[in-house]
Each structure stands twice: as structure tokens, then as C-alpha cells.
């Protein structure tokens, strides 16, 4: 199977590629709303609360799935709908997600419930074998 084309990147350090892939304000958010959210249509990323823009999410999209971080799958129940989901390498972004969260809720005031950040924080670990689990078990239906 041939490899996808990648984009030139400025350097490879490690950090430089990763904020190539996922560095702008909305693919985080992207991966978020379908690592937490449930979120697996175009319309259901649209109706998340940072109201992203369509062009910007079709773009986001895109970008994502060229990174191999997220892919395409037509809907079970209607072959005209387009489903996202997350690949292997976007669920091994759920321990620096569940990091970002646990830093942004202990520096900044956030929306996110108190019990769950407590959760984060007491069982990092357990919660992104939680995560993972899951994704194994959408991944398999």
C-alpha cells in the first residue's frame, strides 16, 4: 500500500512535526470533540461551542485525515453519509490531550466539571486506558 504524500515540514524535530500536524487552534479541539465528545458527523463538529467555521473545519478535516489522525467511513445505515473516527495514531493522542485538559483547568478558569478534572488527575492512567478501550471497541463494530 502505497503512503500517503506528506507536506514538507520546516524541521524534524519532534515538536516542530507535531505542531505541523495538529499546532492550530481547532485540530485539537477536532480530536477532542471526537475523543470526548462523540462527536463523528461534519454537522455535530459545527455545533460544538467554539462555533469553527465550515470552510475551517472542512480544511481541519482534510489536514487531519492526510496526518493519518482521523479517517473518512461511510455510515452503516446510510451509505451517503460521511462518519469520522479516530485512527491508532489519533487515540495515542490521549495522553497529551488529558494533559492539556488537567493543565488548562489547573492555570485557567474552564468549563470542564470539577469531578472530572479530579478524575484526570488521581488516574491519568486508568483514564486514558478508559479511552483507548473504547476506541478498540468502536473500532471493532
Known amino acids: 500500500m502505497p503512503k500517503k504524500h506528506r507536506p514538507k515540514r520546516r524541521s524534524a524535530c519532534p515538536l516542530n512535526v507535531s505542531l505541523e500536524v495538529f499546532g492550530d487552534r481547532w485540530s485539537l479541539l477536532v480530536v477532542r ?7 463523528r458527523t461534519f454537522k455535530e463538529f459545527l455545533d460544538s461551542g467554539e462555533k469553527i467555521a465550515t ?4 480544511e481541519r478535516l482534510q489536514r487531519l485525515e492526510a496526518n493519518e489522525i482521523i479517517e473518512r467511513c461511510r455510515d452503516a445505515d446510510d451509505a451517503r453519509k460521511v462518519n469520522y473516527a479516530l485512527t491508532k495514531k489519533g487515540i495515542a493522542l490521549a495522553p497529551v490531550l488529558v494533559e492539556m ?11 470542564a466539571p470539577p469531578e472530572i478534572i479530579r478524575r484526570m488527575v488521581a488516574d491519568r492512567d486508568g483514564v486514558v486506558a478508559e479511552i483507548r478501550d473504547q476506541w478498540k471497541k468502536d473500532r471493532s463494530l
Open 33 to 39: 470533540d471526537l475523543m470526548f465528545g462523540g462527536h
Open 55 to 58: 470552510n475551517v473545519l472542512a
Open 101 to 111: 485538559i488537567i493543565w488548562g483547568a489547573r492555570h485557567e478558569e474552564t468549563a
